[in-house]
């Protein structure tokens, strides 16, 4: 059973950065790939980001390109999502995932956390 804690979200001005943690407890760190999904208010929930720590690969959607690097540190089992040049519209609860395969990862994660509240005043 793998559990997932996210930290880093808070209030930041447009144009901002923050660096979201995901740390990870339970399983084979190593194993899994981790992402980062957002669900803004009155939206469903979208990936974000994803890193593969089996192979070091990394993904990332279209509003996250340029902006955003997750990175993962195997010695703290956790995973950052550093996030640059925040704009509003990145305002949302923010919540790691974790699957032992990408696909599923995607479609259907087997664990999630909580969730961490990120807000972008404009």
């Known amino acids: 059973e793998v559990q997932l804690m996210e930290s880093g979200g808070a209030l930041v001005q447009a144009g901002g950065s923050l660096r979201l943690s995901c740390a990870a407890s339970?399983?084979?760190?190593?194993?899994?790939?981790i992402g980062w999904f957002r669900q803004a208010p009155g939206k469903e929930r979208e990936g974000v980001s994803f890193?593969?720590?089996?192979?070091?690969?990394?993904y990332y959607e279209e509003c996250a390109k340029g902006r955003f690097t997750i990175s993962s540190d195997n010695a703290k089992n956790t995973v950052y999502l550093q996030m640059n040049s925040l704009k509003p519209e990145d305002t949302a609860v923010y919540y790691c995932?974790?699957?032992?395969?990408?696909?599923?990862?995607?479609?259907?994660?087997?664990?999630w956390g909580q969730g961490t509240q990120v807000t972008v005043s404009s």
């Open positions: 995932a974790a699957a032992s395969e990408v696909l599923t990862l995607w479609t259907s994660p087997n664990y």
């Open positions: 339970g399983g084979t760190f190593g194993d899994y790939a």
């Open positions: 890193i593969n720590n089996s192979d070091g690969s990394t």
